[in-house]
């Protein structure tokens, strides 16, 4: 790290003098770092009135928020393991933060808490020097900081003026430098709003947008907060339209932005379930489920289609396009977060006829629903014994055996044995007793695998 390059007369505010600069500027403790130079003093190399008035708690609790660098060990206080605001010393020469140390002494305690020596005098000193040499680093980088954040937003502010103005790709890449400055820094997202870009972004977004734009200010939106206005006037028809095409056609990131922004719309309390009742938006979202390449699509996809399923009315037409059979092949491969997503979907389905059907009519729901009891979650679980429920009500002369076969019995026991709850304990033993009703004790005991437990 770069020493900070000042004399050694610069002086402390109050005037006092540095002793030891070099020892002050090592591991950068003054100093140290691109900028490092803007440390507020006057001419003749004393503190300005401005960093006096720099209140030193307040800057230690934004610069912890930023959390850019870590803090020079010498200013944190043994105790509390924190920047110290007023460091004191012991006559052992350790120093503390006086209110750890005085609540130390308050316990009792007649000893230095890192060295545990006792004290032949409990008297604590002001250690001056050390309070300037903190003041003195908090206001460096509290004040880099704030110039910093200024030029930010004033940045912000201009590429959101900007948008009104540009056109093609210039507005593609005004576009991308105000994405990447939100990154960056999230703070400026007040200053989007303030500047009115969350309507003007809105604006943009049409029948006639091209995806480049499209998929930018989707990007934009989707990390912004917005009101109730703003998320009712996102919803309009034209909007959602574009949303769906690039859902489809763009690239994996724009999908998931998509993704994901139309589900923060539909958590809008007028939002209507008209909206989602696209098999275009439907269709797209299966693909981006089925994508293995992206497991961060398939996470959004899956969650998207959970809140759809919400919407009973969606329900049949999800079942229309295929999701049950392609969501039940593919469980053995999902992760614990997408299967417990995938499996509350294909429980909402099977509420009504037509799921419940094709539920019954894939091959690999039985198998693959008595696999995942007991494995990953009681939620899990739970969707999944509410599957084969549903299953075996509607055909036990053709699912129960078949559920027997593949081991429900021996998981069901084990599921009633379990801290799981009642409700679904209960559940359980009425499946148990629905897939015995075909054999006879003695043979269904020996399907169950556990004759003692049973006995």
């Known amino acids: ?13 109050g005037g006092g003098q540095v002793i030891d600069l070099e020892t002050a500027v090592k591991d950068g403790i003054l100093g ?3 900028g490092g130079g803007d440390l507020p003093a006057g001419k003749d190399g004393s503190f300005g009135a401005s960093a006096e008035k720099l209140d030193l708690k307040k800057m230690i609790e934004e610069l912890d928020s ?37 609540k130390w002494f308050s316990l009792g305690h007649l000893t230095c808490p890192t060295t545990m020596q006792e004290l032949w005098d409990d008297a604590v000193t002001p250690n001056q020097t050390l309070h300037q040499l903190i003041h003195a680093w908090f206001s460096q980088r509290y004040l880099r900081l704030k110039k910093r954040s200024e030029d930010v937003q004033g940045r912000t502010a201009e590429l959101v003026k900007s948008l009104r103005k540009v056109k093609g790709q210039a507005r593609v890449q005004a576009l991308k430098d105000l994405q990447k400055i939100l990154a960056a820094h999230p703070a400026v997202k007040k200053t989007v709003a303030d500047s009115g870009g969350v309507a003007l972004l809105s604006s943009l977004l049409g029948p006639f947008t091209s995806h480049a734009v499209g998929s930018e200010v989707i990007a934009i939106l989707v990390n912004l907060s917005l009101d109730s206005d703003a998320r009712a006037n996102l919803m309009q028809p034209a909007k959602i339209s574009l949303m769906v095409d690039m859902l489809n056609e763009g690239t994996i990131d724009t999908k998931i932005n998509c993704t994901r922004f139309i589900e923060m719309l539909m958590e809008e309390k007028s939002f209507r379930s008209e909206v989602v009742t696209r098999l275009s938006l439907l269709v797209a979202l299966l693909r981006l489920v089925k994508d293995k390449r992206h497991p961060n699509g398939i996470v959004a996809g899956l969650s998207l289609l959970k809140s759809i399923c919400f919407h009973e009315q969606v329900r049949s037409l999800i079942v229309s396009i295929g999701a049950v059979p392609q969501l039940v092949e593919l469980l053995p491969n999902l992760t614990p977060e997408c299967l417990e997503l995938a499996l509350h979907i294909l429980d ?20 693959n629903a008595v696999r995942l009891l007991m494995r990953v979650s009681e939620a899990c679980t739970q969707y999944a014994l509410s599957i084969l429920w549903a299953v075996c009500k509607l055909a036990p002369d053709e699912c129960a055996p078949l559920a027997v076969e593949a081991g429900l019995a021996a998981k069901l026991l084990l599921v009633i044995q379990s801290s799981y709850s009642p409700e679904l304990k209960q559940r359980a033993a009425e499946l148990l007793k629905l897939c015995s009703l075909n054999y006879t004790t003695t043979l269904f005991i020996s399907k169950c695998k556990l004759t003692r437990t049973i006995q």
């Open 348 to 367: 909402d389905l099977s509420t009504i006829a037509g799921g419940c059907s094709a539920l019954k009519d894939c091959a690999q729901t039985i198998p």
């Open 1 to 13: 790290m770069p020493q900070f390059q000042q004399q050694a007369s610069w002086r402390l505010e």
């Open 32 to 34: 140290g770092g691109e």
């Open 66 to 102: 930023a959390a850019e660098e870590d803090v020079p060990s010498v200013f944190i206080c043994p105790i509390s393991l924190e920047p110290m605001v007023d460091p004191v010393t012991l006559c052992t020469g350790q120093t503390y933060e006086r209110v750890h140390i005085l």
